[in-house]
């Protein structure tokens, strides 16, 4: 059974531009979400969806986007990139929606290395 | 604002010794996950505490859940290299609508 998928796993923008990172999750899942993960501020959620609509929703700007297909595949996107917009975005999938209710494992990715210049 | 601190931020130790990461908050989890993160990886769960004063035990590792459901501890017995990566504690919220990671432990195991 295949993991949870991401791409690219790296990537390098410069300031002001966008960029739109995917995941594959694993076969069946239904629920994707998005973190982020920094040195400084460590592994903040982003948001969930299931079933193509958005469940939760952590605290950053709306310059910070996603969206889910029909098939469970999510992507994410960033608009005018800032410098501290540096770091591992990683994705999981689990099976129900409710991130992290009892029962309910998710299972991340690898992760997006996305380094903004 | 819910927080979750963890302490130590870094332990580097020798293999064989015993050690604890501890992970503190001011407020009421319904639940507490613990995860292991690896170099080049995304983190992996390792354990879920429910009730308060909760003790799980994998293999080497002791997991235990604060009676108020505000902390939690896990214990390695006998560390060996093969348990050095970047551990998180993550706080359920009692809605189960949001997870809260705790800043993390770096540990380093040296053979």
């Known amino acids: 059974k295949a993991g949870v998928t991401q791409t690219p796993r790296y990537l390098i923008k410069t300031r002001g531009q966008q960029v739109t990172l995917s995941c594959s999750p694993i076969s069946g899942h239904r629920s994707v979400s998005w973190y982020q993960q920094t040195p400084g501020q460590g592994l903040q959620f982003l948001f969930e969806?299931?079933?193509?609509?958005?469940?939760n929703k952590g605290n950053f700007p709306g310059r910070f986007s996603g969206r889910q297909f029909s098939n469970s595949r999510s992507e994410m996107n960033v608009s005018t990139l800032e410098l501290g917009d540096s770091a591992l975005y990683l994705c999981?999938?689990?099976?129900?929606?409710?991130?992290?209710?009892?029962?309910?494992?998710?299972?991340f990715g690898e992760g997006s290395w996305l380094t903004v210049v | 604002t819910q927080l979750l601190e963890q302490s130590p931020q870094f332990l580097s130790i020798q293999e064989g010794e015993n050690l604890t990461v501890y992970c503190n908050s001011s407020?009421?989890?319904?639940?507490l996950q613990w995860y292991r993160q690896e170099p080049g990886e995304g983190p992996v769960l390792l354990v879920t505490?429910?009730?308060?004063?909760e003790v799980k035990k994998l293999k080497r590792l002791t997991f235990q859940f604060g009676d108020a459901r505000k902390d939690s501890s896990l214990h390695i017995t006998a560390a060996q290299p093969g348990d050095t990566g970047l551990y998180l504690c993550a706080g359920v919220s009692s809605s189960a609508s949001k997870i809260i990671f705790g800043s993390g432990t770096r540990l380093s195991i040296r053979p």
């Open positions: 969806y299931f079933s193509e609509t958005q469940r």
């Open positions: 999981a999938s689990s099976l129900a929606s409710g991130t992290a209710r009892m029962g309910n494992t998710i299972y």
């Open positions: 505490v429910v009730t308060g004063g």
């Open positions: 407020s009421v989890f319904s639940s």
